[in-house]
């Protein structure tokens, strides 16, 4: 892999797209950390810095999207909503289609309509960049945003300042929603001229921001014996989740359309892959997101003296607590759920062996059709047991660090399972990519 | 153009907006001194404005002497609108210029210009071999005033002539023999056969057509390889007695069929109780497949048509036969078992280019047509290209008239006939241009049924096309075509001679009338675009039924269930009218999409391609196979040496071992002497060297001998033998193994969408597949010139197996999605809609 980078790098039009994008990447990164204007720079500091020495009691519900802005929402920075609105706005695309026809339509009027459709989910991610933004800016101003945690407001008010507030307050609004359109820009040119889809790579930088000043405070708080321990845990895992993300089941498909003198070519290069893990990441952030309510309900139920009543603390111990064990179980189980659900929502057996039968398709000894996809039905199903429980298992992991590491330290954790997943699917994805465009462009020496 | 409307154009551009064109403001700035200029010229005599044109560089001195030359030499002044097309073709763009603008004349002056500012030799690029000899030869007289020598290609000239037409400063020549020129060119044995056209500046003419439409067929070369026929036939018999929707379904699109689980049971007892999906009976489903495909999918007098015993495609495009084009992959052998006639010999695909590939092998590409703006973002995407929106001359007067839509189709039919008719009692010249053969065919005899007479324009008869499109604006002639009429065709109000002019024009001049839309706007506005020419008067309507196939193909279940209808059977619904639009702009989205995928699968072949011929002008060219040979035979013979003590070792020890059980148990021989046999076979599979090792080693000397005189006294007759010989197993062989890396492409290609389902890009694992196929390809060439130069028998003229190069044919493209089944989130919304039961299935 080390050298395919090498080469990468000699091929100059490779060079270009990498650098390129990391350029691109450093001013997502310059963004995040840029403070918008109106807000204090040393108070969010603080702030940030109390939120993270906190309770895990007090997780706040904005640690994910927190996660996936890179640390730039709680910094209230020009790139605070990274670019969750996008994915949102994608997501509500995709469902008004469902909704309104006209939209079905021109999705299948093919790329006129389907740039059309880009630009509406360009208009709908500024118009929830501003909804967004203003939650955030209120939430931050009655300084519910750092949760309980007791700081000065990041905002500072008029007293202060001398600025009227609703000017302060507008400005931070225009100021996200802009940076939230130059993210989506920025997204777009890197997977114009980069090397990458744009959004995943913004979101693999995002957490992989955070993984030195975490690493950097293990290493503070628990001395560097744990440090090292958990780099070589780090690393096995990563290694593992690699080994398990390029697994794959190969189904041979012949198709009988062509018909070249009495030859036939070898059947080996046509075969649909099904990964161990068919569902991604998803199952684990619908999982721990199902999980967040009740903390949620906690947050509710809190009426400031710390005595929630029998049945919350009991949800307080057992299912809110990442080191309990029922919520381990809860987690793991909901995982593998979500797994197959998933899985039987994105691939669809009977979609799959229509399509082959389309086009003269066929698994060799079996019948197109129904049979065809009973087969793949059954396939799937058993490979989605072994997918499913190593999802669990790699998500449930972190948790255990929790019990080791004498809990309360690591916010983030939760998503220690969701981050290397993603990372290490979008890291396949783009050397996968540099691969295949190495391979378009030098032969290895075929004319020397 | 003023400051706002640049603004605009630039602010249009920004927001990357479809039609976006050239800003004409720098060019028309040119135009006073190209007329100032002009006026100096008219002083000159012919010889002296010859002269001048020799040394003529910038592009107004370029304009104002073409300009001049054309008016000399065929009393055409070339308007400013003309010199405008000039300009920008000499920049580089497409100029969009409506019909009857004088595009000839535009190509002219700019081939000259392009050769002038040296960037010739230029070629011309037509549509067909009737226009390029056409203008090439009513063009002539102004380059030879221009100092320019001419020539023109069309697919009788002989190899002497093709050679001398592009040594010439302009060749007109159609794209697909300049493709198969370069294609021939390619995959020649010997440098003399060579017709060597040299690749550098392009003018396209009908460029959308060239570029676009027909970018994506494939240029190809075939060998002759014999299909099996029998399953073939017999495939065809028994398709022939299969029900439509109960034995077997052709899919929405109307792009492929599948046999139902009904239909394969009465397939497999019809064949005596197989099982057609297990590996031996592989033939039998490949034949089955194929003939459905020709029984359900292809039509006779619509996909093809039968002249003189022989099958032709007609264009889907432009409605013509298209030349020396056939199906691929057995498709065509089934078309001709259908219609109970000859097969012709498959082809092998040998070597391939796709028109647009070839294009791209010209430094400088330029073009013109009437309709360019609806592709010009593809033609920036695929090419590069501008469009320059050209003014023009006189304002046009034609009268566009919204649809007309009737429910069924034989509604429709009644009222196109009333209408011609009516036209017709007026005597009005009417164009009516029919989807297909077969449409033309059945309108003509409805009109003829109530005593209009017609003139029939289809592929059928494509000879007379001149005299009847020199006819059709004539005083109450009514012409029924196909696309045929729709591009490159001049309709002149009054006939040929234009006698009439006034009292057709009276009439308000030619009535074009288009029997439901075409798969594409730009087809429309072609035909339309035969009426009007000049700012002559004209008028244009389509008559669309919703039982139209692109209708039903793409808008089925946008039909209002009860739209609203006049008495008449006219509807008037918005509803149905968007409908019809947008079945369009499917169309137009499925042709864009085939576009863009064949392209992004052909990026890496073309380059392998490329690479490749390389390394075959090497081998053409010069000794290096003889190189290649005198390297590597020591190494081969050792190594087949090698194999065969190996072998014979193999066999005494099996036969020893034999004989010494023989006495032990006499079955037991049996099994031993098969083994060593089949051990015997594997090690050594070619049954020449198969004999006792002594007499090899002779026989091995043989070839090695003249390598060793090599370096003391090898004659040079004798080295100029083992040469050619060497160099023609190399050619040979590198020939056939590009052949089957092309067959091994295309096989991954088709199955490689299935890849998405496992979160893969298919164009990465496309190129996953195809790059160390490749890279494994020269090596295993290689090798095989070896072997097959070790076994040739160096005195005799050596010959390679006899393959028939040179049988021109074309694929068949169907749409294969990159991914069918839509990206995972477009896959959960629908599962979930689905669940919900909003929707239909």
């Not at chain 2, 039924?545 to 008037?572: N, Q």
């Not at chain 2, 190129?767 to 494994?776: K, L, N, S, W």
């Amino acid at each position: 892999m080390l050298s395919a980078f090498v080469n990468a790098f000699r091929t100059p039009d490779l060079r270009k797209k990498i650098l390129f994008t990391i350029f691109i990447v450093g001013i997502y990164r310059l963004g995040a950390n840029l403070p918008s204007p109106g807000v204090s720079y040393d108070r969010v500091q603080t702030c940030v810095r109390a939120f993270e020495d906190q309770d895990s009691s007090g997780i706040g519900v904005f640690t994910l999207l927190n996660l996936f802005s890179g640390g730039a929402l709680l910094q209230l920075s020009v790139f605070a909503l990274g670019i969750m609105p996008y994915i949102t706005a994608s997501i509500i695309m995709q469902l008004l289609r469902v909704v309104i026809p006209r939209l079905e339509l021109l999705q299948k009027e093919g790329q006129s309509g389907q740039a059309k459709i880009t630009q509406y989910t360009r208009y709908l991610t500024l118009g929830l960049a501003v909804l967004q933004s203003s939650a955030f800016v209120a939430l931050a101003r009655s300084g519910q945003l750092f949760g309980g945690v007791q700081c000065e407001n990041v905002i500072p008010e008029r007293i202060d300042t001398g600025i009227s507030d609703w000017i302060v307050v507008s400005t931070l609004v225009v100021t996200m929603t802009a940076g939230t359109g130059v993210i989506m820009w920025l997204g777009e040119l890197i997977t114009d001229r980069g090397i990458g889809n744009g959004m995943s790579t913004l979101i693999f930088c995002s957490i992989a921001a955070q993984l030195p000043s975490e690493g950097w405070r293990i290493q503070q708080t628990e001395g560097p014996a744990a440090f090292i321990a958990l780099l070589g845990v780090a690393v096995l895992i990563i290694t593992a989740v690699i080994f398990m993300e390029l697994g794959q089941r190969r189904i041979p498909v012949q198709y009988a359309k062509r018909m070249i003198g009495r030859r036939m070519y070898g059947n080996t290069s046509t075969y649909i892959p099904l990964k161990i893990n068919q569902a991604g990441v998803i199952p684990v952030i619908f999982a721990s997101s199902l999980l967040y309510l009740p903390q949620l309900g906690l947050q509710f139920a809190d009426d400031g003296t710390g005595d929630y009543g029998p049945f919350w603390t009991w949800v307080a111990d057992n299912i809110a607590r990442p080191s309990a064990p029922l919520y381990i179980v809860t987690y793991f189980l909901l995982i593998i759920f979500f797994t197959y659900f998933y899985v039987s929502i994105t691939f669809n057996p009977n979609d799959v062996a229509d399509n082959m039968k389309k086009y003269g398709g066929f698994v060799p000894g079996i019948r197109p059709g129904k049979p065809t996809a009973e087969y793949l039905d059954f396939v799937l199903s058993r490979i989605t047991l072994a997918g499913s429980l190593y999802l669990a298992v790699v998500a449930v992991l972190p948790n255990f660090f929790f019990i080791y590491l004498d809990d309360q330290q690591f916010n983030n954790f939760p998503f220690g399972g969701t981050a290397v997943l993603i990372m290490v699917g979008v890291g396949l994805e783009s050397v996968k990519q540099i691969e295949s465009q190495l391979m378009q462009r030098n032969y290895e020496g075929f004319l020397r | 153009m003023s400051l706002s409307l640049r603004l605009k154009a630039r602010f249009r551009r920004f927001l990357e907006r479809p039609g976006t064109t050239v800003d004409l403001a720098p060019l028309s700035a040119q135009l006073p001194a190209v007329e100032a200029r002009g006026e100096e010229l008219t002083s000159l005599d012919d010889d002296e404005l010859t002269e001048a044109a020799t040394e003529a560089a910038g592009p107004i001195e370029i304009s104002a002497i073409g300009r001049e030359a054309a008016h000399r030499a065929l009393g055409e002044r070339a308007y400013d609108e003309q010199v405008l097309g000039v300009m920008s073709l000499l920049a580089g763009h497409v100029s969009e210029m409506a019909t009857g603008e004088g595009k000839t004349l535009v190509a002219c002056i700019a081939g000259y210009g392009h050769v002038r500012r040296g960037n010739g030799p230029v070629h011309v690029l037509t549509i067909n071999d009737y226009l390029a000899r056409r203008d090439a030869e009513w063009m002539a007289p102004v380059y030879r005033l221009l100092g320019m020598s001419v020539g023109w290609v069309t697919e009788n000239s002989t190899r002497e002539e093709r050679r001398e037409a592009y040594a010439k400063d302009v060749t007109y020549v159609s794209v697909s023999e300049a493709g198969f020129d370069y294609l021939r060119d390619q995959l020649v044995t010997d440098v003399a056969d060579r017709v060597k056209p040299q690749l550098v500046t392009a003018i396209v003419d009908e460029a959308d057509s060239i570029l676009i439409d027909e970018a994506r067929v494939p240029l190809v070369l075939a060998g002759s390889v014999t299909t099996e026929l029998d399953p073939l036939h017999a495939a065809t018999a028994l398709v022939r007695e299969l029900r439509p929707d109960v034995d077997y379904e052709v899919a929405d699109d109307g792009r492929s069929v599948a046999l139902t689980p009904q239909g394969t049971v009465t397939v497999e007892k019809a064949q005596g109780d197989i099982d057609l999906y297990a590996d031996e009976y592989a033939t039998q489903l490949f034949a089955v497949n194929v003939a459905l495909h020709a029984h359900a999918l292809v039509q006779r007098d619509v996909d093809y048509i039968v002249r003189n015993g022989a099958v032709e495609l007609v264009d889907e495009f432009r409605g013509r036969v298209a030349q020396r084009r056939r199906w691929p992959d057995g498709l065509q052998a089934a078309v001709e078992a259908k219609e109970g006639l000859d097969a012709t010999a498959e082809g092998e695909v040998l070597g391939t280019i796709t028109i647009q590939s070839y294009l791209k092998l010209y430094p400088h590409v330029c073009g013109m047509t009437a309709t360019a703006v609806l592709v010009g973002d593809q033609l920036r995407e695929f090419f590069d290209l501008e469009v320059a929106v050209i003014p023009r001359h006189k304002p046009v007067i034609r009268t566009d008239e919204p649809d007309r839509l009737y429910a069924s189709r034989e509604e429709r039919d009644e009222a196109l006939v009333a209408e011609i008719s009516a036209c017709h009692a007026e005597g009005r010249p009417v164009l009516v241009g029919t989807q297909d053969v077969k449409e033309s065919e059945a309108l003509a005899v409805a009109l003829r049924a109530v005593d209009v007479s017609c003139v029939v324009l289809n592929a059928k008869n494509d000879a007379e096309e001149a005299a009847i499109i020199a006819e059709a604006g004539t005083h109450e002639a009514v012409t029924v075509s196909t696309q045929m009429a729709g591009r490159g065709v001049d309709i002149r109000l009054g006939g040929s001679d234009q006698a009439d002019w006034d009292r057709v024009a009276d009439l308000d001049g030619l009535y074009v009338i288009g029997s439901g839309r075409h798969d594409s706007r730009r087809v429309d506005d072609q035909l339309r675009g035969r009426a009007g020419r000049q700012g002559d008067p004209g008028g244009s309507v389509f008559f669309v039924s919703l039982e139209d196939d692109l209708v039903v193909r793409h808008a089925a279940d946008m039909i209002p269930s009860s739209p609203r209808i006049h008495a008449d059977g006219l509807i008037d619904d918005s509803d149905v009218d968007y409908a019809v639009e947008h079945a369009q702009r499917v169309a137009e989205g499925v042709n864009f999409e085939i576009h863009r995928n064949t392209w992004r699968y052909h990026v890496v072949v073309e380059q392998q391609r490329q690479d490749l011929a390389t390394w075959r002008e090497e081998l053409l060219t010069t000794d290096a196979a003889l190189t290649l040979v005198d390297e590597r035979l020591p190494a081969h013979l050792a190594e087949v040496e090698a194999k065969a003590a190996a072998e014979a070792d193999a066999e005494a020890e099996a036969e020893a071992e034999a004989e010494t059980e023989t006495e032990a148990d006499a079955e037991a021989e049996a099994d031993a002497k098969a083994e060593a046999e089949t051990e015997a076979e594997e090690a050594e599979p070619d049954p020449e060297t198969d004999t006792d090792p002594e007499a090899e080693a002779d026989e091995l000397e043989e070839p090695e001998e003249p390598e060793e005189s090599d370096e003391s006294d090898e004659s040079d007759e004798e080295r100029e033998l083992r040469a050619r010989i060497a160099r023609s197993i190399a050619l040979f062989h590198l020939d056939r193994g590009w052949a089957e890396h092309l067959a091994t492409l295309a096989e991954v290609r088709e199955g490689v969408h299935l890849r998405a389902l496992g979160r893969l890009d298919p164009l990465d694992e496309f190129h996953r597949a195809a790059v160390p196929a490749f890279t494994q390809l020269r090596d295993k060439i290689e090798r095989r010139i070896v072997e097959t130069y070790a076994e040739a028998d160096i005195s005799e003229d050596w010959q390679p197996a006899d393959v028939n190069l040179l049988r021109p044919s074309a694929t068949w493209t169907y749409l294969v999605h990159d991914n069918p089944f839509g990206s995972e989130l477009e896959r959960l919304v629908s599962s979930v809609s689905r669940r919900l039961g909003s929707r239909r299935r």
